[in-house]
Nanobody
Framework: QVQLEESGGGLAQAGGSLRLSCAAS????????KAWFRQAPGKERECVAV????????YYTDSVKGRFTISRDNGKNTVYLQMNSLNSEDTAVYYC???????????????WGQGTQVTVSS
């Protein structure tokens, strides 16, 4: 069974940095795009950043451009989110998502991690 496990969340001061990781485990045949989403209290889940298989193609929502960097290590089946210059508006639960084709399955499926809390104090 394929699972995604996030780590690296926690408490940071405004202006500080955190690095999130999301590792896939289980019998994966291939992995396509990976992404980070976040959901703040009372708000809808929003897409923060996306990265294609090669790592060359990336997308960032406007509010994190220039501050966050998404990257991936295909050998470790892991995606990262480096978050710099954090502010209180970055406080949310962060989720990773990955399009994975499990072994024996003829299509890619979207998998989600369980979420990791990021809290930025001012």
């Amino acid at each position: 069974q394929v699972q995604l496990e996030e780590s690296g969340g926690g408490l940071a001061q405004a202006g500080g940095s955190l690095r999130l990781s999301c590792a896939a485990s289980g019998r994966t045949f291939s992995t396509y795009a990976k992404a980070w989403f976040r959901q703040a209290p009372g708000k809808e889940r929003e897409c923060v950043a996306v990265i294609g298989f090669s790592g060359r193609d990336t997308y960032y929502t406007d509010s994190v451009k220039g501050r966050f960097t998404i990257s991936r290590d295909n050998g470790k089946n892991t995606v990262y989110l480096q978050m710099n210059s954090l502010n209180s508006e970055d406080t949310a639960v962060y989720y990773c998502k990955a399009e994975i084709r499990p072994v024996g399955v003829p299509r890619h499926i979207n998998y989600w991690g369980q979420g990791t809390q990021v809290t930025v104090s001012s």
